[in-house]
């Protein structure tokens, strides 16, 4: 069968150690004057004092959730038309990302938040342009058209071009404060996006070569970024393991680790890296095939068995959550029907039906 493929990435990216000081100059090639700063809480003292460097950044939003909700994107909207801003820049973690996002995309015009969450309204065919400056390593959310936004109960995974940053800039000198559960989380989160890009139905060619090398990179590094998080050559390997690993899903998208992970985040309270690793193991093995044999190989494993492990050894070694006991009280039932159901469950090469998805839990205890 001949082989036919579309590949497109239109984010502009700057990656290198220092690379953050370049953003005033970044938001003046956007044409940009005034730009609304979108970071994390304990951020924001730094943004400060980045505001006192460059004179575009008009205002600063960092009530930012773990989990973000739809009312602080209608918080930044408000403040990003209110300062008469002409861009958003996002500074921080995939919370920050998705928020920026969402924000950059309708923000420019009269566009209400909540009915282009519920569908009700298109988003706006104009948007404002958007700096994506990631502060960890995982989410990859600099290079993708994802927003992950919730509403009260209810959290979607919007994807939309709207959301696509216009620029990254990727310096992996802010991401040596992170913690080490959270280094590790992110880290292992990167790891799912390049699995589950890579074993998606809709892989291609050049996303399963970022795939692999940001595999690659995730199991030489992320160790010692655990370890020690002042190794600076680790954290730069992290980060362009984390980039590479969103564009390796960016167009494939995710598939039975992340839409487990739903749940599991909803019900349970993990992280989303935490969440999407405490099945990424299992399906390594449900996946298994010649495709991720070769994966295994060119990464210097003996095979998926031994992928399967060197996973489970990492979320141990930061003492994640791996059993069913772990969790605590689980209704086995709901976390198996609601991850069955989750649209990204028909992008896994092996279909999971309840049953299934039951057994594989349960086999977690």
């Keep these: 069968m001949a082989l036919e493929f579309l590949y497109r990435q239109p984010v502009a990216i700057r990656f290198g ?6 953003l005033g100059e ?8 005034r730009c609304l700063v979108v970071c994390d809480r304990f951020l924001r003292t730094r943004v400060e004092a980045m505001q006192r460097k ?39 973690g995939g919370s920050t990302m998705d928020t920026a996002k969402f924000t950059a995309a309708i923000a420019r015009e009269n566009a209400d938040a909540l009915a282009c969450f ?3 309204m298109p988003f706006p065919k104009t948007r404002f342009p958007m700096i994506a400056v990631p502060t ?37 000198a802010l991401t040596v404060t992170v913690p080490p559960r959270t280094t590790m989380n992110t880290g292992l989160d990167a790891m799912a996006h390049a699995l589950e890009g890579y ?13 692999i090398e940001a595999v690659r990179l995730v199991l030489k590094n992320l160790e010692t970024a655990y370890r020690d998080g ?56 449900i996946n298994a095939d ?39 009280n689980v209704d086995l039932d709901k976390l198996a029907r609601d991850a069955a159901k989750h649209p990204l469950m028909g992008n896994n090469p092996v279909a999971m039906d309840e049953a299934a998805l039951r057994n594989m839990f349960e086999a977690l205890k």
């Design 230 to 285: 002042a190794n600076l050559a680790a954290r730069e390997n992290m980060s362009l393991a984390a980039l590479l690993g969103g564009m390796s899903f960016a167009l494939p998208k995710t598939a039975g680790s992340h839409a487990c992970s739903y749940p599991l985040s909803e019900d349970y309270h993990l992280p989303h890296g935490e969440a999407c690793a405490f099945t990424l193991d299992s399906f390594v093995r």
């Design 54 to 92: 460059i004179p575009e950044i008009a205002a600063i939003f960092s009530d930012v959730e773990e989990n973000p909700q739809l009312k602080g994107v209608i918080a930044a909207t408000a403040l990003a038309r209110e300062a008469n801003v002409d861009a958003i820049v996002g500074v921080g």
């Design 17 to 22: 150690v220092g690379s953050i000081d370049q």
């Design 26 to 33: 970044a938001i003046r090639s956007l044409g940009a004057s």
């Design 290 to 328: 010649e495709r991720l044999e070769t994966l295994c190989h060119r990464v210097g494993l003996s095979g998926t068995d031994e992928l399967a492990d060197r996973i489970k050894a990492l979320k141990k070694l930061a003492g994640l959550k791996t059993t069913l006991s772990d969790l605590g």
């Design 199 to 211: 074993w998606s139905k809709h892989h291609q060619p050049i996303s399963d070569l970022c795939a």
């Design 136 to 172: 960890t390593a995982g989410t990859g959310s600099e290079v993708t058209q994802v927003s992950v936004i919730s509403h009260g109960k209810e959290k979607k995974t919007i994807n939309n071009p709207v959301f696509m940053p216009t620029l990254a800039i990727v310096d992996p």
């Design 118 to 120: 519920k569908g009700e």
